[in-house]
């Protein structure tokens, strides 16, 4: 079992900068595939990154304005977010896999945390 906490959500204005948090407990961070989703009202949950080790991912929406990464000494997952845009407004949500692979749909993660809101306002 893993428990995930996401932080660092908030309102900002359009070409600003945000970075989310998340801190998982339980097994060691490095077993597992991390990764980030977003939904906006109304719409699915889009994935937005993924890392394993030295594997990631992104999603083409965010390539080259975010960035995700790891801490293991603490546990924790970052995505720092650079250039938002109006549309990046959703709640975001941290998840997590024990299998191998950086994956990019919902199913594929067993772990979920509670969300947190990102707003960016034009």
């Known amino acids: 079992q893993v428990q995930l906490v996401e932080s660092g959500g908030g309102l900002v204005q359009a070409g600003g900068s945000l970075r989310l948090s998340c801190a998982a407990s339980?097994?060691?961070?490095?077993?597992?595939?991390m990764g980030w989703f977003r939904q906006a009202p109304g719409r699915e949950r889009e994935f937005v990154a993924g890392i394993r080790s030295i594997v990631i991912r992104y999603a083409d929406s965010v390539k080259g304005r975010f960035t995700i990464s790891g801490d293991n000494a603490k546990n924790t997952v970052y995505l720092q977010m650079t250039s938002l845009r109006p549309e990046d407004t959703a709640v975001y949500y941290c998840?997590?896999?024990?299998?191998?692979?950086?994956?990019?749909?919902?199913?594929?993660?067993?772990?979920w945390g509670q969300g947190t809101q990102v707003t960016v306002s034009s």
């Open positions: 339980g097994r060691p961070f490095s077993m597992y595939t």
């Open positions: 998840a997590a896999s024990l299998q191998v692979g950086v994956f990019t749909r919902t199913y594929e993660y067993g772990y």
